[in-house]
Nanobody, 121 residues
Framework: QVQLVESGGGLVQAGGSLRLSCAASGSIVSINIMGWYRQAPGKQRELVATITYGGGTNYADSVKGRFTISRDNAKNTVYLQMNSLKPEDTAVYYC???????????????WGQGTQVTVSS
């Protein structure tokens, strides 16, 4: 089994910063892509950012220039540094990882439990 544990959410004023972390643990052989989604009340889940094992990144247009995704492969951890936060960034943020395990060689997507980010105006 694989577990993803998120941390770092909270309440911040507009213009502020937060850093989310997501650590994967369990019977991990390798992790391919890691990333973050978010879901605001009444809205569909939105892809925020992704990062490959080699460090290639991709961002939603709405967060480009403000958010930075990074990862520590030795720690199986992905981060999301969020700067210049806006009220419209308010959402539950979910991390994911495409993981190959000792029990299943192909990559399977696992999800974190979600962490609330609230940006006040």
């Amino acid at each position: 089994q694989v577990q993803l544990v998120e941390s770092g959410g909270g309440l911040v004023q507009a213009g502020g910063s937060l850093r989310l972390s997501c650590a994967a643990s369990g019977s991990i052989v390798s992790i391919n892509i890691m990333g973050w989604y978010r879901q605001a009340p009444g809205k569909q889940r939105e892809l925020v950012a992704t990062i490959t094992y080699g460090g290639g990144t991709n961002y939603a247009d709405s967060v480009k220039g403000r958010f930075t995704i990074s990862r520590d492969n030795a720690k199986n951890t992905v981060y999301l540094q969020m700067n210049s936060l806006k009220p419209e960034d308010t959402a539950v943020y979910y991390c994911y990882a495409d993981v190959s395990t000792y029990y299943r060689g192909s990559y399977v997507r696992y999800w974190g439990q979600g962490t609330q980010v609230t940006v006040s105006s």
